[in-house]
């Protein structure tokens, strides 16, 4: 198949062409005023997608290299923490916090769900003694396209000491999160979700309560230590070589955000997942999540029974260049996962729910041609009229 993927996935998602074209720039010097400049207006940006005034730094890696990075500075080896998992994600960020040596509890939420603030709260209430150091939680779980309430957690948490670390990798800048105002202490994201650069860094925000437990955490860390970042970072500089272009990119990325706005940011991905959910339902598909808990950056669609849902996936590839993600572990060939993340149009949502309607029809399933694109078209014209108004 010729021509450009719609790549409709949770990550890595579609670089804009003005991001392309920064990320081609000659290489400058990673010790020199231009880099430092660079830099400066990246953390400020990034800072302003965080609703944060707290610390910042970012890693050349990927997102779970800052999960790791988030354990290995505020979690200590014996700490008892609580792990709150709706999904894979929540799963992997609880064996990173076993690896370093943690002893983890776990809220286990099924999958599909998110978890009910009132549960964290009630587990942190029976902690009298505090033994709970932290509590780990997923904003954004693009296994199931379930999305956390974390302002409700962290009010549900009350006044217990215990750290927030949380892994907005894929939701930062696509759901909202206030750091500073909901009291979250680590807030980790990743470049190639919302942001729409490829992937290779990760951001790791954390309060002064996390860089008090860092300097008394006994945890051996050289790569990820938060004191080595800031020290580099006061010099304008980075500890260790990095990835030039992607910051090229990065700076790009965020001056298009910031001029879009945020609150348009998240308005738009919003509307995105309203368009999805609309469109599938239009043609009886049901989404794994309620409308409620749903992400704004994927959603996932349960196939109808006798749909294979790789052999679907496949079917898109092959014919119409479309690419969108299976389900994992448990949901492996029972869902599709439409990412709908950063810097997406909605004619590329068009499009892949056409296509979505063609591939489901041929493999038998009762698909009435035009109705979920239908759907879809109502609601961005509604839209339309919204802005004309404006």
């Known amino acids: 198949m010729k021509g450009n993927q719609y790549m409709l996935l949770p990550g890595p998602t579609y670089i804009p062409e003005r991001v392309q074209r920064a990320m081609s720039r000659p290489m400058i010097n990673h010790r020199g005023a231009a880099f430092r400049d660079m830099q400066e207006e990246i953390l400020a940006g990034i800072k302003q997608v965080y609703r944060t005034e707290q610390n910042l730094l970012i890693y050349p890696s990927s997102g779970t290299g800052g999960l790791e990075a988030a354990v290995a500075n505020f979690v200590a080896p014996g700490d008892k923490v609580l792990a709150v998992s709706i999904g894979v994600f929540g799963d992997r960020l609880a064996e ?18 998110a978890v009910d603030p009132e549960e964290v709260g009630a587990r942190l209430a029976e902690d009298r003694n505090h033994d709970i150091k932290a509590v780990l939680i997923t904003h954004n779980e693009t296994s199931t396209g379930v999305f956390n309430d974390l302002k409700g957690v962290r009010r549900a948490m009350g006044n217990h000491p215990a750290l927030t670390i949380v892994d907005s990798v894929s939701g930062l800048a696509a759901a909202d999160l206030r750091m500073d105002e909901w009291g979250l202490d680590a807030v980790v994201s990743g470049s190639q979700k919302a942001f729409s650069i490829p992937p290779g860094l990760s951001f ?27 020290e580099y970072q006061a010099k304008g500089q980075t500890p260790f070589t990095p990835p030039i272009s992607l910051y090229f990119g990065l700076q790009e990325a965020l001056r298009m955000m910031l001029n879009e706005g945020l609150e348009n940011v998240l308005a738009r991905h919003d509307g995105y997942r309203r368009l999805v959910r609309n469109a599938v339902q239009a043609i009886g598909l049901n989404p794994l999540a309620d409308a409620v808990s749903a992400s704004p950056a994927v959603t996932s669609v349960w196939m109808p029974e006798g749909i294979a849902a790789n052999e679907l996936r496949q079917y898109l590839l092959n014919n119409f260049n479309v690419v969108v993600a299976g389900g994992q572990q448990s949901l492996d060939n029972k869902i599709i996962r439409i990412g709908h993340l950063g810097s997406v149009r909605e004619l590329d949502l ?26 879809a078209q109502e609601q961005i014209f509604q839209g339309t009229g919204d802005r004309r108004q404006g």
């Open 204 to 230: 790791l925000a954390f309060s002064e309560r996390a860089l008090a437990k860092h300097r008394t955490n006994p945890q051996p860390n050289f790569y990820w230590s938060v004191d080595f970042g800031m």
């Open 96 to 113: 990173i916090a076993e690896t370093f040596g943690a002893q983890v509890q776990s809220i286990k939420v099924p999958w599909g769900q």
């Open 350 to 375: 068009l499009a892949v729910i056409a296509a979505l309607e063609i591939g489901l029809r041929q493999m038998g399933y009762p698909v009435e041609l035009g109705r979920a694109v239908a759907a």
